[in-house]
């Protein structure tokens, strides 16, 4: 490596460290650090492949929205309303960090997560699975943009917390146990394919914007 | 992740509890794999009636469920035990794998309805793994 590019690297990985010192430095620095961006916007205005397909074209965005049927929606709303969040919440939450044990990875600060018993009685799992669901009604509310709806909510995911996404589909099906132990013989076929259905489009607008 | 012996203990002492409604089981899972995972049903076009809960679907859930019993008489060596049925899956049904899953979501599902309190997480993730592995050695003679 060259000895600016090994300044650059100084630089863009201790920001504190290695400045540029004089007008000549400070301009090849400037050229520098516009590269990436500059490969970044033109690799962006490319063609895109799918670009010629006729189907692509004629769709607009607005059938692109997920289609709910009428019994979907009210049964969505009506499994919510009946649910005790507080209760549902952490029940699905240290439900998936038993059955899952791998997704206790994110977690770490969460103290005494040793076992079963440790887990469903840590009060920061209880408290985090309140969070997790109160954080559904939004999608709850919003049905016909939920991808719209989660799509900060995706970003902190992705950027932030750098959840593997397949977690959320664990988390999901944790919640169907649960929400199936909760309902009884009233979580139906069709319940059920209803409220699967709903949760795999919060699972898939959470990995919207993970790239 | 294979089975543990804690596992093995669990899902015997689990499925001791709930073998006296196999055919329930049975019946419902299936119902429920047919109503929400519809392509299930390709499977099933030489049956009359794939509603939920008919004699059909009623008589082939008892026959998973006397499968999934056999499976937990072989827990210490299931490829073992289920290799006749593991026969019949790749030869002549030749279900594709991935609704294994499916089905055993759906058992899954159908515990927690008719055991709330018994199939607390401990149990579910024995009956998890249990038949993660059933559908393996299902898969043992596909290719």
Known sequence: MSSYKRRLFILATSPTQCRPTSKINKIQHAFWRSVPILLKTLLKLRPSVYDSLDSVKETSTASNMVQWTDFERATIQSVFEKMDYDDVGPAALSRCLVVYPWTQRYFGNFGNLYNAAAIQGNPMVAAHGKTVLHGLDRAVKNMDDIKATYAELSVLHSEKLRVDPDNFRLLADCLTIVVAARMGAAFTADVQGAFQKFLAVVVSSLGKQYH | ?143
Not at chain 2, 110 to 136: Q, W, Y
């Open chain 2, 1 to 143: 992740m294979s089975l543990t012996a804690k596992d093995k203990k669990m899902v015997k002492a689990f499925w001791a509890k709930v073998a006296g409604k196999a055919e329930d089981i049975g019946c419902d899972a299936l119902s429920r794999t047919l109503v929400v995972y519809p392509q299930t049903k390709t499977y099933f076009s030489h049956w009359k009636d794939l509603s939920p809960g008919s004699a059909p679907v009623r008589k082939h859930g008892g026959t998973i469920m006397g499968g999934i019993s056999l499976a937990v008489a072989s827990i210490d060596d299931i490829s073992a035990g289920l290799l006749a049925l593991s026969e019949l899956h790749a030869f002549k049904l030749r279900v594709d794998p991935a609704n294994f899953k499916i089905l055993s979501h759906n058992i899954l599902v159908v515990l927690a309805i008719l055991f709330p309190n018994d199939f607390n997480p401990e149990a579910h993730v024995a009956m998890d793994k249990f038949l993660a592995a059933v559908g393996r050695a299902l898969s043992e003679k596909y290719r």
